[in-house]
């Protein structure tokens, strides 16, 4: 649940200013270039392209190419160069255009970013962001629509953000900017064109607080980036079926905000996690250890997880829609565990 | 080689506010001996690194620079504190040669908190960054984007930093070196890629793994390319001060191919190496081609030292050394605690 202290997305209201998912990127960018020279971007067509996605146009015309720097087709050069800038007073953010690309940038992230200052006994340290992408049925097949935030979630020294809305967009990449550790950001890539309310002025959501996006008496939905829109589909379903979901997404796979998803569970006594990740051995695993572990003696059902397919993505449409979680299918799901009658 | 006659020319032309190359005649006798110090500390550590393994007071292993000490200090003479370094797996030369004490290393070799890295790195991942030492490294070729990555943070941050970044010729067989060469080129990185050919990929000759001409590669790119003998001192310490005032002068990188030997195994335990190199190729290398006697002899040739100052330095780096390790050895652990600090920052 949150407390006042904590930094609560504001439902959308007359007056409350609203935008896109990528100007929410966009401005974040923006405003924290403007606000500390260190910070750059590097990456594939980020300038006078501004990416395929359009996310980071305009930048280059404020900032120019030195500071939003076309790279070649070099993931781990660049995400290398990222590294090395990093430890030597810059703040780069590194963009990676696709989430499927983690495979190209491994090694530096894994072996270079996040263990460097543990292996300097904390003499250097590696603050960059890495935003990259996640989420299926774009009709884009394996190579460009896998969900693989678990795979920099097992990592120590490495932080990852999965913000599902414009506000926690902003929010969370001006943290992951200041942060003095790597960071990754994982956006949902269907995502960028959906609005939402961002009242003008500084946002910064610190990693590690979940953000409770709807309140819920019966089940919760512990739902992650492109799960949480989803999972407020079915609550919506659901309320109309006379069942109360709470749907609280952590914002956060690491720091982790335990605290919150325990308690939302402890009220509720029903849990199912949904990720778009593969559900083998995924943050859906993890983050149902977590709930079992802390609300055990307060749950009526076993934790459920609701994660993509454990195939390769596929191309066909008909096909590719049967891999991702479905707000029907976690419908159907709650009101199993809830006793309800199909 | 270029090596020495091309290097000096170079050196010749008189360029203000550099530091002058070691061959010139402006160089003073303790500038000299300095760097022969510096080398007879890097063969003595790897002696102690050695024997500590052996009698097994180190923990796990480790990869020993000895023979190879001409190019970390020949191409550190050349550098500046504040200029970067990044190393490898057989990085204790580059370390020492870039500044570091002995007793703060030995101590990280031994896992105690009173290392360089507080135990946490070891041998492979020594960092120094106050003498500008951004690491070793233990993925081979792995510190390419490092280096390539601080030099363009120096070009961003408006200094005029140069970074050398140190790697053996089996790192000639990663990929990511070849992209950050080519950012580097595209953008004028003052950067130095030193690559030590001391022959052997681990267990392999690099003949067996090596396509072509080593510096084709970078040449590809339009990298100014050296080539220098890696046992002779002042012919390294001379190229990369050449190299170095290309990079200040924002001229860009260039990539120096020393030909060197390591005379150890691929690491500490490697002892039976005859059935990937002869006793004989061993016994040539260190009786010919010793870096250190190279030196010691052009030295008392020039009347710049007797053999007498050049004990006297063996002895005082033999008694620094003996006082480090015993610093390592009695130096206590690191607290249990310690082992979730400095996970994140």
Not at chain 1, 4 to 32: D, M
Request: aromatic share 6%; proline share 5%.
């Amino acid at each position: 649940m949150s407390t006042p202290s904590r930094t609560v997305e504001p439902r959308a209201a007359a007056g409350v200013r609203t935008i896109t998912f990528a100007q929410a990127v966009n401005e974040a960018l923006a405003e924290e270039m403007r606000r500390d020279p260190a910070v750059f971007i590097l990456g594939e067509d980020v300038a006078e392209a501004g990416t395929p996605f359009k996310v980071l146009s305009g930048l280059v015309d404020e900032f120019g190419p030195e500071r939003v720097r076309d790279t070649p087709i070099s993931e781990a050069g660049f995400a290398g160069l990222a590294v090395g800038a990093a430890m030597t007073g810059m703040r780069p953010v590194v963009d990676l255009m696709f989430g499927d690309f983690l495979t190209l940038v491994m090694d530096q992230l894994v072996n270079q970013a996040a263990k460097t200052h543990y292996m300097s006994g904390g003499k250097l340290k590696v603050p960059m962001v890495l935003r990259t992408t996640l989420g299926a049925t774009r009709r884009s097949a394996a190579q460009h629509s896998q969900s693989l935030h678990a795979w920099v979630s097992h990592v120590p020294g490495l932080k990852v953000a999965l913000p599902a809305t414009p506000y926690d967009a902003k929010g969370l990449m001006k943290a992951a900017i200041r942060d003095d550790n790597p960071v990754v950001i994982v956006e949902d890539k269907l995502s960028f064109q959906d609005k939402g309310p961002v009242p003008e002025g500084e946002i910064v959501i610190p990693l590690g607080q979940a953000d409770v996006k709807r309140e819920g008496t019966d089940i919760t939905f512990i739902a992650t980036s492109s799960m949480v829109v989803v999972a407020l589909r079915a609550a919506e379903t659901l309320a109309a079926q006379g069942l109360s979901a709470e749907v609280v997404d952590p914002r956060s796979m690491v720091p982790l905000d335990t605290a919150t998803l325990v308690e939302s569970a402890k009220k509720t006594g029903r849990v199912v996690v949904i990720d778009e990740g593969h559900q083998s051995y995924g943050v859906s695993a993890e983050l149902a250890a977590v709930v079992a572990d802390g609300a055990f003696y307060h749950l009526d059902a076993p934790v459920k997880r609701l994660g993509a397919m454990d195939v390769p993505v596929p191309f066909s449409p008909v096909l590719e829609d049967l891999t991702v979680p479905t707000p029907e299918q976690l419908t159907a799901l709650a009101r199993e565990m809830c006793g309800a009658r199909s | 080689m270029t090596g020495r006659s091309a290097a000096s020319k170079t050196a010749s032309k008189k360029r203000r506010g550099r530091r002058a190359a070691l061959e010139e005649p402006s160089v003073d006798a303790a500038r000299h001996l300095e760097t022969y110090r510096q080398m007879v500390r890097i063969r003595v550590f790897e002696e102690h690194a050695n024997d500590l393994y052996l009698t097994a007071k180190m923990p796990g292993l480790t990869h020993m620079y000895a023979g190879e000490e001409a190019v970390a200090v020949g191409v550190c003479d050349a550098l500046r504190r504040d200029d970067y370094i990044t190393s490898t797996h057989r990085g204790h030369g580059h370390c020492i040669a870039k500044g570091a004490r002995l007793d703060l290393m030995f101590a990280e070799l031994l896992g105690k908190a009173a290392g360089y890295n507080r135990g946490k790195g070891g041998s492979m991942h020594i960092a120094d960054q106050e003498n500008g030492n951004l690491g070793a490294n233990a993925i081979v070729g792995g510190s390419a984007g490092i280096a390539t990555g601080a030099a363009l943070s120096a070009r961003l941050r408006g200094t005029d930093q140069v970074v050398a970044c140190f790697f053996g010729e089996g790192a000639l067989g990663q990929g990511l070196l070849y992209e950050v060469m080519n950012m580097a080129q595209l953008w004028k990185l003052p950067v130095i890629y030193v690559c030590e050919n001391n022959l052997y990929n681990e267990y392999t000759h690099f003949e067996e793994t090596t396509a072509g001409t080593i510096l084709d590669r970078p040449r590809a790119f339009g990298i100014h390319t050296a080539e220098v003998d890696g046992q002779d001192v002042m012919a390294v310490a001379t190229v990369t001060a050449e190299l170095v005032e290309r990079a200040r002068q924002g001229e860009g990188p260039s990539f120096l191919l020393a030909h060197t030997y390591r005379y150890y195994g691929h690491h500490v335990g490697d002892i039976q190496r005859d059935y990937y190199r002869s006793k004989d190729e061993e016994a040539h290398w260190r009786s010919e081609r010793d870096p250190i006697a190279l030196y010691g002899a052009w030295l008392q040739e020039r009347d710049i030292a007797t053999a007498d100052e050049l004990g006297t330095i063996e002895a005082e780096v033999r008694d620094e050394a003996e006082k480090a390790v015993a610093f390592g050895l009695d130096a206590p652990y690191p607290d249990e605690g310690e082992v979730t600090l400095h996970v994140y920052a």
